[in-house]
């Protein structure tokens, strides 16, 4: 199993869950979620909605961003959603709007619903990145800690290995690899010592409370009021969905699907997917600085084709009092201006 490009393991993030410690509760205690839209006025806004536009919810989630998007669309406007979560999926079939339409797509597979749909170009696409609060409050799903689930955290649950799964056969060094990146855990070696010493033992880790326990017994100091299995959870929930490498061959797709003046809109939640963001947007709109007595001028060569707008936006205090799991959100816009 290749880690990928630059070293690294490969794939994304969101914000950290905190919560004190404390046993896990089972998982058919998962509550009914009450998903909160992040930053929903402000992306839809960006966007710069044309009332006869075509326009890409790459997340359709639970649809806040969908739903807000088809209220400033006009008759002949068009919206595309997208989603590889089956739950997401079944919420966007309830939205009976002849202007909307919904697939089971990855991310890296959006010039194909441009394909199927007869797209050469759109006026907008965003992107809400990381995970949602229905897949960390449904127990079974395994994404959290919280409650004793199987160990799945697939968000595309019709392909793809387990974390279970992938717990069987990846190596410690490469185990050790994931959590250090992607979790950004300083104990990484130590947990995934922990958690291989598991597998040469007999012992199987199914369970997400299995996991959580095995984790937490391997590190020796933790931030108050964050479990310790926080960064492990996150690390390999990204590497078995591949969030980053999904990110990455998603943005220059989108650069080539937008019109002249249409809009990209990126929200993430953690530093690893803004800082894939923010250099993809830097690179598009910067040209290299070119010697006095170059031969060919700055103004000869390929004009930029995204601008950023705007400096990047974090929710308000007011939305992180009412949603407090989007106060690592940040969203970045920018504009295509340049048909090359």
Known sequence: MSLGA???????????????LGKAAPATMSPVSNHITVLLNEAVDALNI???????????????????????????????????????????????????????????????LAKDNNLTHVDGILLDLGISSPQIDEGERGFSFRFDGPLDMRMDQTRGKTVAELLTTISEQQLGEVIKHYGEERFAKQVARAIIKERTDGRAITTTGQLAKVVASAIPKVEPGQNPATRTFQALRIFVNQELEELSLILPQCLDLLAVGGRLVVISFHSLEDRIV???IQNEQNRDELPANFPIKAKDLPQPRLAAIGKAIKPSAAEIKQNVRCRSAVMRVAERTATA
């Open 6 to 20: 630059n070293s690294a393991p490969t794939l994304a993030p969101v914000s950290l869950e905190k919560v004190t």
């Open 50 to 112: 044309q009332p006869e536009g075509i326009y890409i919810d790459g997340t359709f989630g639970r649809g806040g961003h969908s739903k807000k998007i088809l209220s400033k669309l006009g008759k002949s406007g068009r919206l595309f959603a997208m989603d590889r979560d089956l739950a997401a999926l079944e919420a966007g079939k309830t939205i009976t709007d002849a202007r909307f339409q919904i697939s089971h797509r990855h991310f890296s597979e959006i010039n194909q």
């Open 278 to 280: 923010k250099r993809f």
